[in-house]
């Protein structure tokens, strides 16, 4: 019995081991490099990305998943489309497997953004056999709205039915940092209670609130999804107080608050800047509001 247990684990560990080494890890996606973007694309036509299923995901510097690939292992069918793949005014294109191409506005021509403000956009051979289409322009060089004043220039304002809305815009002014910002517009420029852009949502509750370096600098959250917490970052509120020449450019900051008892008070602040590559708070203008001077001393805001 003793001779027969004494062979039992080693046969037990070598079948198990056996049943493990026949199980295979999902592929990562492989990174395709281009203009501060990266695209992130599953080479086995078999496969698509982890809870996704498409081939091919774009992604930007300074994006959390831009380091990390993600995983190819949704299975998909594998299928071979026509060579009359959709075409984009003014892009070029490039099939980096196949079955996905890439199209990209030529940074050196007049022609450098696409309309839609994306920097690349994808095609990729569907599963019926059809090439996705791309409904896109590349357009000549325009500074992108820096903030939501810049959004209500533009001719955009409220819709009463929501307070926030989504918009296009670029901390630097450059078309390849465009990203969605929420804006609380008023009915035009001029409207004095209008052109607010969110920086920073807490609700009560809420226990999210991630202030880890990273997080800090970068932000989270998604402006477009009503979760409690979102946070613009330290970096982009920087960039956007820096003008084209790196000439200060100052904001209007609020802070907003509900007590528990629902009264809100607010703290609100001119000439605002912050250094981008000390993070810190540098000019903090005139006080207006009923919440006190939280922007002093040990405040939200930090020390001026």
């Given amino acids: 019995m003793g001779t027969w247990a004494g062979f039992g684990y080693p046969l037990a560990l070598w079948l198990l081991t056996s049943l493990f080494s026949g199980a295979t890890a999902p592929d990562p996606a492989v990174a395709h490099d281009k203009n501060l973007t990266r695209v992130w694309v599953c080479e086995n036509p ?35 489309c026509s060579d009359a793949r959709p075409t984009v005014s003014d892009a070029s294109q490039t099939e980096v497997v196949p079955g996905v191409v890439l199209y990209y506005c030529d940074v050196d021509s007049q022609y450098t953004s696409f ?20 409904l896109d322009v590349c357009m000549e060089n325009c500074i992108a709205p820096r903030d939501c004043c810049d959004v209500a220039a533009l001719g955009f304002n409220s819709n009463h039915d929501v307070v926030f809305q989504v918009f296009h815009i670029s901390a630097s002014g450059s078309q390849e940092d465009l990203e969605e910002m929420q804006c609380a517009l008023g009915n035009d420029e001029t409207d004095p209670l209008g052109s607010w852009l969110l920086v920073l949502r807490h609700e009560k509750g809420s ?23 979102y946070f613009l970052g330290i970096n982009k509120l920087a960039m956007m107080t820096k003008g084209v020449n790196g000439e200060p450019r100052p904001l209007v900051m609020s802070i907003v608050m509900y007590l528990p008892d629902n009264s809100l008070i607010h703290a609100t602040y001119g000439s605002v800047l912050v250094d981008v590559d000390t993070m810190t708070l540098t000019s903090l203008g005139d006080y207006y509001g009923n919440a006190g ?12």
């Fill in 46 to 80: 078999e496969k698509g990305i982890k809870d996704i299923g498409v081939r091919a995901l774009a992604t930007k510097v300074g994006r959390p998943d831009y380091t990390t690939p993600p995983d190819c292992s949704e299975s998909r069918v594998a299928v071979t």
């Fill in 115 to 134: 309309g839609t403000g994306q920097p690349v956009r994808i095609s990729e051979c569907g599963e019926d056999g059809q090439w996705t289409e791309v």
């Fill in 293 to 304: 001077k939280v922007g002093r001393g040990d405040g939200w805001v930090g020390k001026g």
């Fill in 207 to 229: 226990n999210d609130l991630k202030l880890e370096e990273y997080g800090h600098k970068f932000g989270f959250g998604d402006p477009s999804n009503p979760v409690p917490t």
